[in-house]
């Protein structure tokens, strides 16, 4: 069965710091893979996704994440983080028929002065 | 170019009553997907639309229904509402003819139930 382990529940990191955010999964094949981040009361914004190709996938706000089959894992990361940036971020596979996402239960990031 | 509209963007029903929630989809989407967003969880996929018709549907009780029209847009129902029903729910859509594409999510509407 299809899911997503997002181990760290909170993060606190200072602002200009690099950040990671673990993301594990379980899937049957290659997975769609994406990052979403939600700011209190919002929706959902995409901000990454991998279906193949390079495995290392830029994002939107300066993020990156590398998918590495062999740990099945698909981590989050930015080199200097910005107040802004403080949310809660969701990982999350789609199967291949994109019919419907599995969600992580996401990461809450603080973001210190 | 609107992106995906919810509506209402936050409702209070009382235990037992039934609500109906509305999303219009992103322009040039025709596939609406629900989903359920608890306090401190991640969304879980409640079903999905396409042609009007229901196309997949996660774990869900069958109190939650739902509703795809012509223009694409959506409601879902839920009946007999329990505390537990309290959530954000939100709604995402995209493209069934394309591959690849990416879905686009609403800002949601938050559901308390009292």
């Known amino acids: 069965a299809q899911s997503v382990t997002q181990p760290d529940i909170h993060i606190t990191v200072s602002e200009g710091a690099s950040l990671e955010l673990r993301c594990n999964y379980s899937y049957g094949a290659t997975p769609y893979l994406f990052w979403y981040v939600q700011s209190p009361g919002q929706g959902l914004q995409l901000l990454l996704k991998?279906?193949?190709?390079?495995?290392l996938v830029q994002g939107i706000k300066g993020f990156e994440a590398e998918f590495k089959r062999s740990q099945s894992s698909f981590n989050l990361r930015k080199p200097s983080v910005h107040w802004s940036d403080a949310a809660e971020y969701f990982c999350?596979?789609?199967?291949?028929?994109?019919?419907?996402?599995?969600f992580g239960s996401g990461t809450k990031l603080n973001v210190k002065p | 170019d609107a992106g995906v509209t919810q509506s209402p963007t936050h409702l209070i029903k009382t235990r037992g009553q039934q609500v109906t929630l509305r999303c219009s989809p992103k322009s040039g989407h025709d596939t609406v997907s629900w989903y359920q967003q608890a306090l401190g969880q991640g969304p879980q996929f409640i079903f999905q639309y396409y042609e009007e018709e229901e196309r997949q549907r996660g774990n869900f009780p069958d109190r939650f229904s739902g509703h795809q029209f012509p223009n694409y847009s959506s409601e879902l129902n839920v009946n007999a509402l329990l505390l537990g029903d309290s959530a954000l729910y939100l709604c995402?859509?995209?493209?069934?003819?394309?591959?690849?594409?990416?879905?686009?999510f609403g800002q949601g509407t938050r559901l308390t139930v009292v």
């Open positions: 991998y279906f193949s190709g390079d495995t």
């Open positions: 999350a596979v789609a199967n291949h028929n994109f019919n419907k996402f599995y």
């Open positions: 995402a859509s995209e493209t069934n003819t394309e591959l690849n594409t990416e879905a686009f």
